[in-house]
């Protein structure tokens, strides 16, 4: 029996790293969605309210703390969803596998860099 790997196994770890990339699209697309509507929905109310000169009413939460928590929320579930992905790739290295630099990663990174930086500019109510 050879020891050389098979064709199916190698290109059954394809797939598998594909699906890891896929997995991690899908955490980039949903984080993007959490930044998009948590920085729209802080500007819009900010909009709203300057073109009529009131203050919101003070709440438990208001159009600036619900932007805050779904922009760190999609911060916080890039960088845990990037810690799974690395590890999944750690396990199929660990097995033989030579696979290429994950550009989903690096996209994760920016992601996250660009939700950071709207996070600040809403902490910092510009």
Do not use: C
Request: charged residues 15%; positive net charge; aromatic residues 10%.
């Amino acid at each position: 029996m050879s020891t050389e790997p098979r064709l199916a196994d190698g290109l059954a770890f394809e797939r598998t790293r594909l699906a890891y990339e896929r997995t991690m699209m899908a955490w980039i697309r949903t984080a993007a969605s959490l930044i998009s509507f948590g920085f729209a929905v802080y500007k819009f109310f900010q909009f709203e309210i300057s073109k009529v000169g009131q203050t919101i009413k003070e709440s438990a939460i208001g159009p600036r703390e619900f932007a805050l928590a779904m922009i760190t929320l999609a911060v916080l579930s890039l960088l845990l969803a990037g810690i799974g992905h690395w590890r999944n790739m750690q396990a199929l290295r660990a097995q033989g596998v030579v696979a290429p630099r994950s550009m989903a990663a690096v996209l994760a990174a920016l992601v996250a860099m660009f939700g950071a930086l709207v996070l600040i500019a809403v902490w910092l109510r510009l």
